[in-house]
């Protein structure tokens, strides 16, 4: 578990390109089951994730999407897409295109960056549970 | 275009499933260069679609997803999947599993639905305007 707040926690996915995760601590099945605290955070977390991703590894599209068919418990991927990366312009659920060889600036300083500015949404986080009780 | 207010419009997509597809009206490439009322809009009808097609449909899952790596325009698709339908489980642009044979709820009757719930939207997008100026 990279990152962890109240409400949601974010995984990282092994991958050739940037790849994130966001849950929600409570296993719901689809999205609008989640509280308006949880959807809100999930949102701010997603705006913020694809704002530091842009910055730091400039891709050539962010790609968002929420699955959960195999396990019904509804998840949040947000990923940095490259031309070169194996497969794009397809979603990286298509088809393969090439063997990505993917000059990709290195994930750990992102990670550590990243920790700095969801401490954000962990403080609006803090506040959600004194405006839940 | 089935649904339009001042900040976004909604498209069917033809498809064997049940799918829409948000746009706000500004073509911006990412997501997160919508502005704070684009964004809002576009969380509100995706959490009003979501429980209005799992209401009517009763699919298995919801998927939501943007990648616009093709036209780098931002948009959101929404989906209901079902256990039979040509890809389940995996995402419409995974592999094709089987020849779909989908007895789904008319559409039509769905989207006359829809569109009143979400006037309630566009009522809001009148408010984002009026606080825009």
Redesign the interface.
């Known amino acids: 578990m990279f990152y962890s707040n109240p409400l949601i926690y974010i995984d990282i996915h092994d991958s050739e390109i940037p790849w994130l995760k966001l849950f929600t601590h409570i296993p719901y099945?689809?999205?609008?089951e989640c509280s308006r605290e949880e959807?809100e955070m999930l949102?701010e977390c997603?705006?913020l994730i694809?704002?530091e991703m842009?910055s730091y590894f400039k891709p050539?599209?962010?790609?968002?999407?929420?699955?959960?068919?195999?396990v019904?418990r509804v998840h949040w991927h947000i990923m940095a897409?490259f031309k070169e990366d194996s497969y794009?312009?397809?979603?990286m659920?298509?088809m393969k295109q090439r063997e990505g060889l993917l000059p990709v600036a290195p994930l750990e300083l992102f990670l550590q960056e990243l920790k700095v500015k969801l401490e954000i949404c962990l403080e609006r986080g803090k506040h959600f549970e004194e405006t839940l009780g």
């Open positions: 099945k689809e999205f609008s959807k949102w997603l705006d694809e704002k842009l050539e599209k962010i790609n968002i999407a929420s699955f959960g068919n195999m019904p897409r794009f312009p397809e979603p659920w298509g």
